[in-house]
């Protein structure tokens, strides 16, 4: 029944503070995510997103609470394999090809050399795979970066802020990946701070000064503020929370 | 976990440019201050203490003359390549992925240090390959005996050439981490290596207390060790080789900066928040 329980769910944050500098950047954060959905951690610079990200892989310390990803408390051995992450600036070695950079990275996963092909293609850089990852445009670094991520096949992707700098072709692109990772069961994190890849998403979380402020799908975030689009249903979100009483 | 993660450390380290960088300058420096210089020296002709005497340079001298760049210039390289491996980990944000996509952080430190420690390996053998063939073309050219070295004698001063490199790898390596970048923390060795050490050993036979410190230093120590294996060598200059504490304290000295430095290491890997 607890196994159960816990595999329903791909990500359970409980309670989770993380103070940085005497100062709460993540405070009282209760968040579950449903295995296999594709989920929008949305809100502006400074909200608290990555840190959030950074507590579910387990390299951020917290403060207060505890954060379970696929089973496992986050970081944990048993939960590291089971977890593709992508920071937010590019993590790839400038100075080996991409090629190298996923041939090392499946190394270290124990994930078979065939795989290095797929995720190359997967992030449609087949025909830069042989190039030193220095000499790649930001978008073309950041698709590496996503590729790594792809290597193992997790079951949870947590990808901060992976469509930035990237042209719109290419955004459709991976939007339609996550989307059909997730229909394959895969659970993807996304955050952003742009709202308009935010209707893409089964669920938005919305986070505001280290709180989340909304969690629910796009549709029923749109029903409930009477709002024409996420951005103006953010701000109403917002607003509410800061009406007096 | 940890061969696998020995077996990537491995891959990347061969297919980075700046390893090659590092081994080849430090092959080229070895040949040229170890044997090239001190045999121009030796034909100039040169009299007196401190000249140049031709058996220093020839095959049988291998043991101490192929020794010699490796306490000071041949570990501020080492340096270089220490905090080079471990600070571009931190340059490139490269840490995070590796900390959170399996091997624990344990790890991944002992896998970089176990192949770096691998490398330098490589690289001791391949120095003294080098300094074999230079020293003899000096035999032939001159004329002298090309009778090789002692097995023995040879393999303890490669053992001891491996000692004292993975020691300034390590100290590479602290200083990426405590700094968690890659440039103040190369400068910062080679600050150390080259002229804090330098200046200590200078002022030291002056002022008591200094003399204490100098004792304790890691490239005193490395010089002490390269001094206790044989008679002083042909140097070019300012290799840092001089007895200044008996071989085995030198020994245990260079042996106890390893495992600190890696300790250090460790701990603040495991411990510290991966920025």
């Not at chain 1, 990500?11 to 995510?33: F, I």
């Not at chain 1, 953010?234 to 607003?239: E, G, P």
């Not at chain 2, 993660?5 to 081994?23: D, G, I, M, N």
Request: charged share 15%.
């Amino acid at each position: 029944m607890i196994i159960q329980h816990l595999m329903n769910y791909a990500v359970e944050v409980r309670g989770l503070t993380v103070v940085r500098g005497g100062r709460a950047v993540v405070e009282g954060v209760d968040l579950v995510v449903p295995a296999g959905t594709l989920v929008g951690l949305l809100g502006p610079s400074g909200a608290g997103k990555t840190t959030l990200m950074r507590a579910m892989v387990g390299v951020q310390r917290i403060s207060a609470g505890s954060v379970t990803v696929v089973g496992h408390p986050a970081g944990s051995p048993g939960a590291r394999p089971l977890v593709g992450y992508v920071t937010q600036a590019p993590a790839v070695y400038g100075d080996l090809t991409v090629r190298e950079n996923l041939a090392y990275f499946a190394s270290i996963l124990g994930v078979s050399g065939t795989r290095v092909g797929a995720a190359i293609r997967e992030v449609s850089l087949e025909g830069r795979a042989e190039d030193r990852v220095g000499n790649l445009s930001g978008g073309e670094v950041s698709r590496v970066s996503l590729a790594t991520a792809l290597l193992a096949s997790p079951p949870l992707l947590i990808l901060d802020e992976p469509t930035v700098g990237l042209d719109p072709l290419l955004r459709e692109d991976l939007w339609s990946l996550f989307a059909r990772l997730a229909a394959e069961g895969t659970t993807v994190l996304v955050s952003s701070h742009a709202m308009d890849e935010a209707r893409r998403c089964q669920r938005l979380v919305l986070l505001r000064a280290g709180r989340v402020v909304a969690d629910e799908a796009p549709t029923a975030l749109l029903r409930r503020t009477g709002a024409s689009d996420l951005d103006r249903a953010f701000l109403q979100v917002v607003r509410q929370l800061e009406q007096p009483g | 976990m940890m061969l696998r993660s020995y077996r990537s450390e491995l891959y990347k380290l061969r297919k980075r440019p700046a390893t090659w960088v590092v081994f080849g300058v430090w092959l080229v420096l070895m040949l040229v201050f170890t044997y090239l210089f001190p045999y121009l020296s030796y034909r100039s002709g040169k009299s007196g203490a401190d000249a140049i005497k031709l058996p220093n340079l020839l095959p049988a001298a291998l043991p101490t003359q192929g020794l010699l760049g490796y306490a000071v210039w041949g570990g501020s390289l080492i340096v270089v390549l220490g905090a080079l491996t471990l600070g571009s980990e931190y340059g490139w944000g490269t840490l995070k992925t590796m900390l959170s996509n399996g091997p624990g952080r344990l790890t991944v430190f002992c896998a970089q240090v176990a192949a770096m420690f691998t490398s330098l390996a490589g690289l001791v053998v391949v120095a003294f390959v080098c300094s074999a063939l230079a020293s003899v073309v000096i035999a032939a050219s001159t004329g002298a005996s090309i009778a090789g070295p002692a097995a023995f004698a040879l393999a303890l001063s490669m053992a001891v050439a491996w000692l004292i490199l993975c020691m300034w790898c390590l100290f590479g390596v602290v200083l990426a981490i405590v700094i968690r970048g890659t440039a103040l923390s190369v400068g910062l060795g080679l600050v150390w290596v080259l002229a804090v050490e330098n200046i200590i050993r200078a002022t030291a036979s002056s002022v008591p207390v200094i003399a204490g410190i100098e004792k304790a230093l890691p490239g005193v120590n490395a010089g002490s060790l390269v001094a206790a294996l044989g008679t002083p060598a042909a140097g070019s200059g300012g290799d840092g080789v001089a007895a200044v504490v008996g071989g085995g304290q030198a020994a245990i000295v260079v042996a106890l900066y390893l495992l600190l430095f890696g300790a250090v290491g460790a701990l603040l890997l495991r411990r510290r928040d991966v920025l």
